[in-house]
């Protein structure tokens, strides 16, 4: 994965700025390009009675230029400064919409947002929306903060044999190879063994027998995926159980920096390798998320 050009979206003013940090640190390791959007809407809907047309665009203007100076204030307290840094403010409230047409009229090779969870929490719909639609590599940074452990690890599905999942694979091992390379840290690797838990509980089946026929029965495909990146047994994780619970239990377990993930665009809610359990990883992940798809 080789990163040219990156759109940002900023936090609220109000918000520790996650997504900033992250998309300095990882300008700093491309050498990528680099545009910050901040996004403002207030409806106006009670000025209306009030206000006429030019005194609610002096108010839009207002705020607008707030924002601006708030940018710039942020970006001289990060250190961010260079022609290859620009900042905007955006007015509108569908930020989706705009981002997705952002990537489409613009050379943006990533996309940088901090993650964001509902009441129930799992990723909002903001979030979804970009994984589902972006033809780009989404970076989801997390706002837990933890001291780094050097480790990235990779998420691959071994279930089925088709193109897409091969490719896909292929392209989150190379995600995750490039960016270990280039910030020096550990190259670990997850497939998860699917064993029913209902099963598992009534002593239907012997869940190590079920682990070890399934490493078999794989060996040979993970072996040639994994080729390429010499990536040692010690870091090739197999747990078994669901999905969503093993990726997410492994990244806790090395203390993952990053998780990289394979979606396919346009898929709803689906992420290869994940399934259905994609909300429970991305909502336990102790990490930052990145969805890469096949271009």
Known sequence: MKVHSIVTIMDKPTRKQTALKRALAMQKVTGAALELVSFCWESMDELRELTDARERRAVKRGIIAERK????????????????????????????????RRIEESQHDLIIKSVEYSKSLLPTLLDWQLLREANVPLLLTSTRRR?????????????????????LNRVVLDAAHSYAAATGTKMHCVYVIEVSQIL???????????RKKAIEKSRARLDELLSPYAVPKTRIHLPTGRVGHGVAGTAHKIKADLLVVGTAAHHARQLVGLGNSAERVLARAPCDVLAVHPQ
């Open 69 to 100: 100076a708030w940018q710039r204030e942020m970006l001289a307290s990060t250190g961010g400064s260079g022609t290859d840094i620009t900042y905007r403010t955006v007015w509108t409230n569908n930020i989706a919409e705009w981002t997705l």
């Open 147 to 167: 001291r780094p452990s050097g480790n990235v690890l990779a998420a691959i599905d071994l279930r089925s044999k088709d193109r897409l999942h091969d490719k």
């Open 200 to 210: 598992k509980d009534l002593d239907a089946i012997d869940p190590d027998a079920i």
